[in-house]
């Protein structure tokens, strides 16, 4: 298998403002949200981040599809540095995140062709892969419908298909099922199977432990910003669940930390 994407000591710190400061009952100005967060990736395998909310997953798959920059650290995609060649980056990657959404006014028609073009697709390969990608999903029949007036899980499917317009090798989803029902739930989940199939490299930032069970080749867990944990999950669980596993690195992890 082919290494297609490699984190090296990302590290990102960010500063508060008064009201974080609050909510997080800390009187400290800067939070440290990831803290040298190292882990590979290769083609034809799906990699696992697990860890609560406010861990630092988000902020690393940030950093990785070349949103935010890291203070520290770099990442390699496709060969490519997020930090010296960001665009060639984001030629290679799928990227989908709940805090990124469709505009509400336009049609799952009109966006997909609108952000394809942005990609410089020709107009034979997007109508094929539209067609693809539409079949796939149970758009066709709703593709003139405003974003607006679609159920939460047809959101998805078209945020996803529209994700992979370009027919990247590197997919980077940040909770792809968070919030779905269990029938659309489980369509996305065999589809990042499928993906697996063809050989990409996919990254599924979760706090799902079926998710990460059902899909994944291997898991990192990151808990207030490091890597603590990392293997396949036989080596990460042993003769446990993987949650009963996770919740006894939570306990040591933050129980040393304290």
Same mark, same amino acid.
């Given at each position: 298998? /082919?290494?297609?994407?490699? *984190?090296?000591?990302?590290?990102?710190?960010?500063?508060?403002?008064?009201?974080?400061?609050?909510?997080?009952?800390?009187?400290?100005?800067?939070?440290?949200?990831?803290?040298?967060?190292?882990?590979?990736?290769?083609?034809?395998?799906?990699?696992?981040?697990?860890?609560?909310?406010? *861990?630092?997953?988000?902020?690393?798959?940030?950093?990785? &599809?070349?949103?935010?920059?890291?203070?520290?650290?770099?990442?390699?995609?496709?060969?490519?540095?997020?930090?010296?060649?960001?665009?060639?980056?984001?030629?290679?990657? *799928?990227?989908?995140?709940?805090?990124?959404?469709?505009?509400?006014?336009?049609?799952?028609?009109?966006?997909?062709?609108?952000?394809?073009?942005?990609?410089?697709?020709?107009?034979?390969?997007?109508?094929?892969?539209?067609?693809?990608?539409?079949?796939?999903?149970?758009?066709?029949?709703?593709?003139?419908?405003?974003?607006? /007036?679609?159920?939460?899980?047809?959101?998805?499917?078209? &945020?996803?298909?529209?994700?992979?317009?370009?027919?990247?090798?590197?997919?980077?989803?940040?909770?792809?099922?968070?919030?779905?029902?269990?029938?659309?739930?489980?369509?996305?989940?065999?589809?990042?199977?499928?993906?697996?199939?063809?050989?990409?490299?996919?990254?599924?930032?979760?706090?799902?432990?079926?998710?990460? /069970?059902?899909?994944?080749?291997?898991?990192?867990?990151?808990?207030?910003?490091?890597?603590?944990? /990392?293997?396949?999950?036989?080596?990460?669980?042993?003769?446990?669940?993987?949650?009963? *596993?996770?919740?006894?690195?939570?306990?040591?992890?933050?129980?040393?930390?304290?």
């Amino acid at each position: 298998m /082919e290494c297609l994407l490699k *984190a090296e000591s990302l590290k990102k710190t960010f500063r508060l403002s008064n009201k974080q400061m609050k909510i997080d009952r800390t009187k400290n100005r800067f939070k440290v949200a990831v803290d040298g967060v190292s882990f590979s990736c290769f083609s034809g395998e799906i990699y696992g981040l697990l860890g609560p909310n406010g *861990a630092g997953k988000t902020t690393v798959m940030r950093i990785l &599809s070349t949103l935010i920059k890291s203070d520290e650290g770099d990442a390699q995609v496709c060969g490519y540095s997020v930090k010296k060649d960001p665009y060639a980056v984001r030629k290679s990657v *799928a990227f989908l995140t709940s805090e990124l959404k469709l505009d509400d006014f336009f049609t799952p028609n009109y966006l997909y062709d609108f952000y394809s073009d942005l990609r410089g697709i020709s107009p034979a390969e997007r109508s094929t892969r539209k067609a693809m990608l539409f079949e796939k999903f149970g758009i066709n029949k709703f593709s003139e419908v405003k974003i607006g /007036e679609l159920s939460t899980g047809m959101k998805q499917k078209v &945020s996803i298909a529209i994700s992979l317009a370009h027919d990247p090798k590197v997919i980077i989803y940040d909770e792809p099922t968070n919030g779905l029902d269990v029938l659309t739930a489980k369509t996305v989940t065999d589809f990042l199977l499928e993906l697996k199939k063809q050989g990409k490299c996919i990254i599924v930032s979760t706090h799902i432990f079926s998710l990460i /069970e059902k899909v994944c080749d291997r898991v990192g867990i990151i808990i207030n910003g490091k890597m603590v944990s /990392e293997g396949t999950l036989k080596q990460i669980s042993g003769q446990k669940t993987l949650e009963d *596993a996770f919740f006894d690195i939570y306990a040591r992890t933050v129980g040393g930390a304290a």
